[in-house]
DNA sequence: TTGTAAGCGTTATCAA
DNA sequence: TTGATAACGCTTACAA
């Protein structure tokens, strides 16, 4: 037996005994549904007024079988890229009538699957960017989780709609406006090994022609960044691929700390163009990915997926394309010596 | 009558049948109760994974009445001062078991209202962060929104708990750091004109002694930032006081364009001490801002709150203080000619 | 220790 | 057009 909540509301059966009619009179004006005598639905209107009544949704859900939420499972949620995703996701999905539910896994990757399902079971559908989750955990976790979409990652034959960016395009765009600048050595920060998308940045370096690539470990933070300036300088390159944004930005901070001129002596690029990309200085040159759209599509996907006899799902991944913007962290190679 | 799930996922009446017990004992076995026969709890157990069995939240919440999510609702998502305490108190609340809802207004102030009830609906507790919205609104609104906790704002005897930053005091600490190095003539980029933050700060100003202070119309924005460079210099101050980082930031970047020195010619201070500030050139020196501690403090009223039996609410206002970050960006004030 | 049955607050079918 | 009533999937007081 249910506990009663500690502030009473009324309930459906209270509007209905005060207006004196049916439960499911109440039911149908308070769903607008057209059936019933203007007259009735006025005093059922005023009397749910009177009463403060609110459907509770969680009774509306069981009944109906769904929650009008979905879930938002991200690997951390400071990381200012997955922010332009989610305002996206969010703002489509309210539309709709839709809420988000966010769940962060503290970048916790072997609890990340367990977090998933569980995000599942309070939502109608989940949306799941899960960078560094093992092929395998992945494969075991996703026929459980739809309906499904996922973000920043492809994964074969999974039978579910897949957004991802296509990072080789982007790191091309980079290479190119690098090497047309006279650039023939580079380094590469690393992001975290375990990442998709890391991955992805390093073949297409491995592919790039014309230049000579250095890799560097690194992470995905500010302090990464920072702390790799120095392997930086030694490596005698002309100019810098970081693994993203907030990477690039550490690295600045501690180029300028050591007195190295951008882009005099060395040239830095960055991958996301996060919105501080342009305040920095130099404004970093960069290649925007498109996350707020990305947080759009993956709603409509899933608003697809939701919908009662929704065609069949397509699920040949979608790759958004980069675009590079040039700004001023990035110019001629020095002459070498 | 509910409709079937379109994936028919086992019922507890499923895995009653099959391992041949009641469902009473089988909700006592998912949910730990020791009364259980070792061998029968076994047995359920070994269906349930059969079967692939998982509680329904919805049909749990609503027999028990809680639904173990809390609602986060912020003016807007991709402002970094929320980011912190979104994650604050999202890992406090994942702790015991709670989920965040978050609720993006998309800076609507006049929709709050309504976002923060439906939000309210779907949840045991809701957080408002709420800056803009008036007076009045906030007043109508709160009693309906209980459990809640306000964030950011105070209000007066709104007996609920509140935790605000104590603005006052972050700004006096910069004052009195600017006045030390010998500042007299200072400049305070205004926030929106509606912010409850900014009026705070506004108060402290007007306060300070020892300095002149000249207010400009600014905002909250890199945009709004960059567009005042032109007014500062202008001004003929020899310091500014941004209302937040994010347009110290945008200042920065638009006095590096115009080259002027910083700190030699301009000392720029912000507030909040979001992780960028620390990688900017110069670094910007700032008042941090507790915000993924307030996001813990949150949780932890709302968890009083939500314990059957809690001891009485104490909505004293719980101000939190800033601590003066100095970096680069703040130097000696140059001497006057 | 286990089962029966009522209850949580809705929606929806069907008969009136 | 309206009202009984079953159903959604779970928890829990009470009886056995």
């Known amino acids: 037996m249910g506990r009663r909540p500690s502030r009473d509301r009324a309930t459906i059966g209270d509007v209905a005994t005060e207006a004196k009619v049916s439960r499911a009179t109440v039911s149908r004006v308070m769903n607008g549904l057209a059936t019933v005598d203007p007259a009735i639905a006025e005093r059922v209107r005023a009397t749910a007024v009177a009463l403060d009544y609110r459907p509770n949704q969680v009774a509306r859900s069981l009944a109906l079988g769904r929650t009008q939420t ?4 991200v690997p951390d949620l ?5 922010h332009s995703g989610l305002r996206g996701l969010s703002r489509a999905a309210a539309e709709q009538g839709y809420r988000v539910l966010v769940a962060d896994s503290a ?4 609890e990340e699957p367990g977090l998933a399902l569980d995000t599942r079971r309070r939502c109608d559908a989940v949306v799941l960017v899960a960078p560094r989750m093992s092929e395998s955990d992945l494969a075991r976790l996703l026929p459980d989780l739809q309906p499904a979409v996922l973000l920043n990652r492809v994964v074969a034959g999974a ?3 897949q957004l991802d960016v296509d990072w080789a395009s982007g790191i091309r765009d980079l ?34 022609t014309g230049v000579e690539v250095i890799k560097i ?8 960044g920072h702390a790799a300036a120095g392997q930086v300088l030694d490596s005698g390159v002309s100019a810098v691929i970081a693994f993203n944004d907030v990477v690039a930005l550490g690295l600045l901070g501690a180029l300028h700390e050591l007195g190295t001129d951008v882009p005099g002596a060395l040239s830095v690029v960055g991958f996301d163009d996060i919105p501080f990309a342009a305040y920095t200085w130099p404004p970093l040159t960069t290649a925007w990915v498109p996350q707020e759209e990305m947080g759009r599509l993956a709603w409509q996907r899933l608003s697809a997926l939701l919908t009662p006899g929704h065609p069949v799902v397509d699920d040949a991944p979608v790759l958004l394309r980069p675009r590079l913007v040039v700004r001023g962290s ?8």
Not at 78 to 82: A, D, I, K, L, M
Not at 107 to 110: K, L, P, S
Not at 180 to 204: D, F, K
Not at 217 to 224: E, I, K, V
């Open 70 to 73: 979905i879930g938002y499972v």
């Open 78 to 82: 400071t990381n200012p890229s997955f």
């Open 107 to 110: 970048e916790h990757a072997d």
């Open 159 to 161: 039978g579910l709609p």
């Open 175 to 208: 290479v190119r406006h690098l090497s047309g600048l006279g650039h023939r050595r580079i380094a590469y920060l690393q992001g975290p090994v375990a990442s998709r998308s890391n991955t992805a940045r390093e073949l297409a370096l491995a592919a790039a």
């Open 217 to 224: 470990r690194c992470g995905a933070m500010f302090p990464d």
């Open 330 to 337: 990035t110019g001629r190679a020095p002459l070498r010596v």
